[in-house]
């Protein structure tokens, strides 16, 4: 299944472990450089869908917490299978691109 560009985002910023909204959100904003804007109803949304397909779990906050209101996720084994297949399937664009020559360098 084809994941959204911010389906992919939250599970890449997940893989580094558990976070809550507002850390996903600065995680992808940190990556994309800005090039992916999401806005938290987006983000919260996204959220939902992932957890009710199973590739997200909503988790229990760290002991240290400083907001026992934060709401923390983690990524499934499910979702990370996920993630690995969709970024394979991008490497397949991203290479079929180069051979067409649309693409000439790594980060081009």
Do not use: C, K, N, W
Request: hydrophobic fraction near 40%; glycine fraction near 8%.
């Amino acid at each position: 299944m084809p994941l959204t560009p911010v389906s992919f985002e939250i599970l890449l910023a997940l893989l580094e472990g558990e976070r809550h909204g507002y850390a996903i959100l600065q995680q992808v904003e940190a990556r994309t450089a800005g090039r992916l804007p999401m806005r938290t109803g987006t983000l919260y949304r996204a959220l939902a869908r992932l957890e009710e397909a199973g590739l997200i779990d909503l988790v229990t906050g760290p002991p240290e917490s400083d907001d026992e209101r934060r709401r923390y996720y983690r990524i499934t084994t499910r979702g990370r299978e996920i993630a690995r297949e969709e970024a394979r399937r991008l490497a397949d664009q991203v290479a079929a691109a180069r051979a067409s020559r649309l693409l000439s360098g790594p980060h081009e």
